[in-house]
C-alpha cells in the first residue's frame, strides 16, 4: 500500500514590486520510488499562491513558474527536498516581467503561415509559428540581445547566419535581424524568405558525350541528383544566391565544379 504524499505550498510574485503574479503555471517534478519521475501542475490564485497535493512521498528535485509576459523561473533544487507523507514544504518563487518580440514572415507572394520564428542567442531559445497573416508574438524574452531567425519547407531565409549565436557575439549578424530588449521592452521584426528554386543541366564529357550516371550535388551536403542517360539532371531545391554544383562521374572520377547564382523569384504583379 502506498502512502499519500505531503504537500508542497508558496506563493509566486513579481520581481519589481512584490505583487502576486495570478494564474501562473507552477511546474514540479517529484521522484518516488527510487527511480520515476512524475511532472505535476498547479495554478496560482488571485493571491498568487499555489497548493499541491503530493500523490506520494518522494523528492522535488526541481520546480518552475510561468506565466505569459514574464521571464520562466527555474529552481533547480541542489539540496534536494524529501516530502514525506503529511509534511508541507513551502517554496516562493519570483517572476521578472519579460519582453515582447513581435513581427511578420513574408514571402514574394505575401504572408507565410506555419514558418517557426526563433530568438536565440548563446543562453536562451523561444520560438513560436506564423498565423495566417504571418504574424508571431514571443512574450516573456529575457532582457537580453538576441538573433531572430525563421525557418519553412520549401523557403529560404537571405543573410540568415550559419551559426546565429555566434554572429550575435561577433557582430557579423545582420542589424535588421537582431533586437536589444536591454534598452527596450519591445522590439518588431519583419523577416523577408524566399521559395527555393530547382536547377536543371546536362553534364557532358571532355568530348561532348552525355555524362550519364554522373552524380550532380551542392556543395556542404546539399541535395544531389544522378544524370539521365542523355546527360541532363535536375538539382534542388536551393535557395537564392550563388551555389557550388559539382559533378562526378560514374566510376568515381574526377569531379567538376562550378558556381551558378541562383536567380530570386520574382513578385508577380497584382491588379
Do not use: C
Request: hydrophobic share 40%; proline share 6%.
Amino acid at each position: 500500500m502506498l502512502l499519500r504524499g505531503g504537500r508542497l505550498a508558496g506563493i509566486v510574485t513579481r520581481a519589481e514590486d512584490g505583487r502576486p503574479v495570478t494564474r501562473a503555471a507552477v511546474l514540479v517534478s517529484l521522484q518516488v520510488l527510487g527511480t520515476f519521475v512524475l511532472s505535476l501542475e498547479a495554478e496560482t490564485d488571485t493571491d498568487g499562491r499555489y497548493t499541491l497535493d503530493l500523490p506520494m512521498p518522494g523528492t522535488v528535485t526541481s520546480i518552475s513558474a510561468e506565466r505569459a509576459g514574464y521571464r520562466t523561473e527555474w529552481a533547480e533544487l541542489d539540496n534536494e527536498r524529501t516530502v514525506g507523507a503529511g509534511m508541507e514544504v513551502r517554496h516562493d518563487l519570483t517572476l521578472e516581467r519579460g519582453g515582447v518580440i513581435t513581427g511578420r514572415v513574408m514571402g514574394p507572394e505575401g504572408a507565410l503561415v506555419g514558418a517557426e520564428v526563433g530568438a536565440t542567442n548563446p543562453e536562451w531559445y523561444f520560438s513560436a509559428t506564423t498565423d495566417r497573416d504571418g504574424r508571431f508574438v514571443l512574450p516573456g524574452v529575457p532582457r537580453e540581445r538576441f538573433v531572430v531567425i525563421a525557418s519553412l519547407w520549401g523557403y529560404s531565409m537571405p543573410d540568415r547566419p550559419d551559426d546565429p549565436d555566434r554572429a550575435l557575439e561577433d557582430g557579423t549578424a545582420p542589424e535588421r535581424f537582431v533586437v536589444d530588449l536591454t534598452e527596450a521592452a519591445t522590439a518588431e521584426v519583419e523577416i523577408g524568405m524566399l521559395p527555393w528554386t530547382t536547377v536543371r543541366g546536362r553534364v557532358t564529357t571532355n568530348d561532348g558525350k552525355p555524362a550519364a550516371g554522373a552524380v550532380v550535388a551542392a556543395a556542404g551536403g546539399g541535395p544531389a541528383a544522378r544524370a539521365e542517360a542523355d546527360g541532363t539532371f535536375a538539382i534542388g531545391p536551393l535557395a537564392a544566391g550563388e551555389q557550388e554544383i559539382t559533378a562526378t562521374a560514374a566510376g568515381g572520377a574526377a569531379a567538376a565544379g562550378v558556381t551558378v547564382l541562383v536567380p530570386a523569384p520574382r513578385r508577380r504583379r497584382t491588379r
